[in-house]
């Protein structure tokens, strides 16, 4: 496995359903991030992680928690979602501190909620 | 506050033609931009980047971009399109004194014709 991958690509749940998304970075990183992608909007920032310690969470409703174990995995964690939910949720991994600065994004999980 | 703002929503031009995607940004600070390519289904990919130097920068594809520091804008560019480049294209901007996070635009769909 090369660059970011996520799993599951799609995933259906109703709203008292409890899932989790999965990202995983396979380029040395340690900023790891979060992002909810809806229609017509731009991305939205969700979590950051720098060297596995949250630095960033933008009012994010407290359905949604994260979890970081290490630098290269990252988890969100999903219960009682509604259905304005529904988005396309994109992890990304950044080198901080190389002068690079670009994040590289992971393909994405297609969440439905009904 | 911070924005991004890519005035074209849906861009549609023939196959071999130029075409140009509009970015502006505000900004006081120094900036880091960037331009993303997302095709369907996928993760945002890199096109290109500008963190100094030059402002005239080439990316994958055969795109390029120029920094306006004057207008704040980071217009990209292609001189002849491909039906391949059909796709969404995000203008991204990091700002100096905001750390790792990018601030994205709403995107632009570029359709490309035969």
């Known amino acids: 496995e090369t660059g970011v991958t996520q799993t599951p690509r799609h995933l259906v749940m109703g709203m008292t359903n409890k899932k989790s998304l999965k990202c995983e970075q396979h380029?040395?990183?340690?900023?790891m991030y979060w992002y909810k992608q809806s229609a017509k909007k731009p991305l939205e920032l969700m979590f950051v992680y720098n060297f596995k310690e949250q630095t960033e969470n933008n009012s994010v409703p407290s359905r949604f928690s994260p979890e970081c174990p290490n630098s290269s995995h990252l988890f969100l964690h999903l219960h009682t979602l509604q259905p304005e939910d529904s988005a396309l949720y994109l992890c990304?991994?950044?080198?901080?501190?190389?002068?690079?600065?670009?994040?590289?994004f992971g393909p994405g999980t297609r969440l439905t909620v009904t | 506050a911070q924005s991004v703002t890519q005035l074209d929503s849906q861009v549609p031009v023939f196959e071999e033609a130029p075409v140009e995607l509009r970015c502006n940004y505000s900004?006081?600070?120094?900036?880091?931009l960037f331009w993303y390519v997302q095709y369907p289904n996928q993760g945002l990919q890199l096109l290109l980047k500008?963190?100094?130097?030059?402002?005239l920068v080439k990316g994958i594809n055969g795109f390029e971009a120029e920094f306006n520091k004057s207008q704040t804008s980071f217009h990209l560019r292609k001189p002849s399109v491909h039906i391949s480049d059909t796709a969404e294209y995000f203008c991204a901007v990091r700002y100096s004194n905001t750390g790792n996070q990018f601030y994205f635009g709403t995107g632009t769909s570029l359709t490309v014709i035969p």
């Open positions: 380029l040395g990183h340690n900023a």
């Open positions: 990304a991994s950044s080198q901080p501190g190389t002068g690079s600065y670009e994040q590289y």
């Open positions: 900004s006081s600070v120094s900036v880091y």
């Open positions: 500008y963190l100094s130097g030059s402002t």
